[in-house]
């Protein structure tokens, strides 16, 4: 199993005190739950810096997205949107953590509420995440509760689905 196989591997040790990273990724590995992820996500716009802080990332998502809850799953792409990707490898790493929770998002999109549609549609198109299915989920379920939109969460909507160039069939 590669998962084995990754988690057996060593990582190179890191000073603490003298390396952001390092607390970075501390942080990432304790954190408890998807709400304290997003928050240390929101305050470190150079997440993907690092392999370790990647993996730490990604290891973390695959942890927790079982439990998530849609708030947590559209606030946590929410924050992934707004990180800042200077290269192919730093994107890479960024789409695999988009991948499990788009995935997540589209299994759960039935429940989803206003809000939770347009800050997930929003943060995908932001990171250009195309998943055909997934928006037609989302246009779908907006459809079905679009009294409850209020101007600001349509016209977010509208303008995540104009960037991507969907059309809902």
């Known amino acids: 199993n590669n998962n084995n196989n990754n988690n057996n591997r060593k990582r190179a040790p890191v000073d603490m ?21 997003s928050n240390i996500v929101r305050i470190s716009p150079h997440l993907f810096a690092t ?6 990332l990604l290891d973390k998502v695959r942890a927790l997205v079982s439990e998530m809850g849609n ?21 890479q790493a960024h789409h695999k953590v988009v991948t499990i ?11 989803f509420d206003a809000r939770q549609i347009a800050t997930t549609v929003n943060a995908l198109a932001k990171s250009k995440y195309r998943d055909t299915k997934l928006f037609d989920k989302a246009a779908g379920r907006a459809v079905t509760i679009i009294d409850t939109f209020n ?5 977010i909507t509208v303008n995540a689905f104009s960037r991507m160039r969907h059309r809902h069939r």
């Open 17 to 37: 005190n003298n390396n952001k990273d390092g607390n970075l990724l501390l942080k990432i590995e304790e954190s408890q739950d998807a709400f304290q992820l």
């Open 51 to 56: 392999d370790d802080t990647s993996k730490a």
């Open 71 to 91: 708030s947590n799953i559209s606030g946590l792409l929410n924050a992934l949107s707004t990180q800042r990707l200077t290269n192919g490898r730093k994107k």
């Open 101 to 111: 929770l788009a995935d997540a998002s589209k299994n759960e999109m039935k429940n």
């Open 151 to 155: 101007a600001q969460g349509l016209a």
